[in-house]
């Protein structure tokens, strides 16, 4: 049922977003026919068709969710992009602003001026703000600040001073909190007051003058004896985080204790704030794509739309270390220059273990970045790790192996050529099982992200080391 759900949203997305550059291409269509027309007051007429044409775009926007206009925003070339742009209502921009990804986020605030921003900020929470803070112009933060009451600008400058990866950057501050001491029927009238509640809402924090001692889950609220007391039905055993913790235990946390929103207290235990479900899932979400662009050896998130020079440049820092350690590889093959005159066979077959070494290792590799961020990887364990991937690697090495020294014997009819494949196709996969764990392991010790550039790295090693080995072994034993 879920995913037939899932499907649905995706299909509608999918029809949103067509039917805006079906609307998009008529306008560009009908008005080329009129100008191409001509005749008396063309100019009148002109600008007749284009405003009829903006307006049925307006009104399809205008029955979008701020998420769906973004989804849109996203998938459209930049001059497009800007025109849905301009047709956004003003107050739904702070909105559209957060769903955006920031690349598209900071072609969109390129067009604004300081009023608009101001605007669009001034529309959001405080946590919304600390989101797009960082694409913001100083200028145009320093004087936000100043319009915000005395609360909110607290609050914002807390969550902008913590680090962008804690959870204090993901907390907000729409809390409900109640004493010990009141009876269930109290708290129901205090909701009822509230009118409405924060987004997320699954339980109320119960404070004593500020200090967390529990929590009052709702079903329990409303499932319980009404002249009980809180303190009598509330949770005391509460998973609560600190704003200093990191974002991804936190995300591990709700995952593992299937949770909907936790509270945030300082280390004298008062509660500052609070994590909803929400934001963790934006933050897997956002660190899942940076890990994905960080391994194909992309600096940051890029704008599918963006101007081919920024998008070159985006690229260029690890294609100069690809470019590097292929001229590496390259001498690694220069050296055997006379092995492969004497027996072209090995120009044909060396291809072969680089290739299946490097698929290998990056097996071993995603597996490896997958267990250390979910930190399963512990000194304690690593060492039966290591063992496990060699063994699965020689179990590779011989079943494979034996294939493709098989194949070199039936198709060159050189049975000592099919062993020295064999043989380098299992040494190979060793090498790559090996690199696949001790590269992400080695950035991780040294406090780097095990995803970036890896897999180039990885590359490097099956390449350069396939080669040597192949050609090594070929020159020793068949020349």
Not at 233 to 245: A, C, G, I, L, Q
Not at 298 to 319: I, P, S
């Amino acid at each position: 049922m879920t995913d037939n759900l899932e499907n649905q949203s995706q299909d509608d997305l999918e029809t949103h977003l067509t039917q805006v550059q079906n609307l998009l291409a008529k306008m560009r269509l009908v008005e080329e026919l009129v100008h191409r027309q001509g005749g008396p007051r063309q100019d009148l007429v002109e600008n007749l068709v284009h405003k009829q044409n903006l307006a049925e775009l307006q009104r399809k926007l205008e029955d979008l969710h701020p998420a769906d206009v973004a989804y849109i925003l996203e998938a459209l070339p930049l001059n497009e992009r800007l025109l849905v742009w301009d047709l956004v209502k003003a107050e739904r921009d702070g909105e559209i602003l957060l769903e955006v990804s920031d690349s598209v986020r900071e072609s969109l605030i390129q067009t604004m001026d300081k009023a608009e921003l101001l605007a669009a900020a001034e529309s959001l929470d405080t946590d919304e703000i600390a989101d797009i803070a960082a694409d913001l112009p100083h200028d145009v933060i320093q004087e936000l600040l100043t319009t915000l009451d005395s609360q909110k600008r607290a609050r914002l400058q807390s969550t902008l001073s913590y680090p962008e990866d804690t959870v204090g950057a993901l907390m907000d501050y729409e809390m409900v909190t109640i004493r010990a001491d009141v009876t269930l029927e109290v708290a129901l009238r205090y909701l009822r007051r509230l009118g409405e509640l924060p987004d997320q809402l699954d339980k109320l924090f119960v404070v004593d003058e500020d200090v967390l001692i529990g929590v009052l889950p709702l079903k329990r609220l409303l499932t319980s004896d009404p002249e009980a007391s809180v303190a009598a039905v509330m949770v005391e055993d509460v998973v609560k985080f600190h704003p200093e913790d990191e974002a991804h235990e936190a995300a591990q946390a709700f995952e593992r204790y299937d949770l909907v929103m936790a509270p945030v207290v300082d280390m004298a235990g008062r509660l500052i704030g609070r994590l909803t479900i929400d934001a963790v899932v934006d933050y897997i979400r956002e660190s899942a794509d940076s890990d994905m662009l960080s391994m194909a050896g992309l600096k940051e998130e890029e704008d599918l739309f963006a101007t081919v020079w920024r998008a070159a440049k985006n690229r260029w820092m690890w294609l100069a270390i690809n470019l590097c350690t292929a001229f590496v590889a390259s001498r690694v093959i220069g050296a055997f220059e006379g092995s492969i005159e004497k027996l072209a066979a090995l120009a044909a077959l060396m291809p072969i273990i680089a290739g299946i070494g490097g698929n290998s290792g990056n097996q071993t590799i995603t597996l490896i970045i997958r267990g250390l961020a979910l930190g399963h990887i512990t000194p304690v364990n690593a060492r039966r790790l290591v063992l496990k991937e060699i063994g699965v690697a020689t179990l590779n090495g011989l079943v494979w192996g034996s294939a493709v020294g098989v194949f070199a014997w039936l198709l060159y009819d050189n049975p000592a050529l099919g062993g020295v494949m064999a043989l380098a196709m299992l040494l190979n996969l060793l090498v790559a099982a090996l690199a696949g764990i001790f590269i992400p392991m080695t950035l991780e010790r040294i406090k780097r992200d095990p995803a970036i550039g890896s897999s180039v790295l990885l590359t490097f090693v099956t390449d350069s080391m396939g080669f040597f080995i192949f050609l090594g072994l070929a020159t020793l034993l068949l020349l």
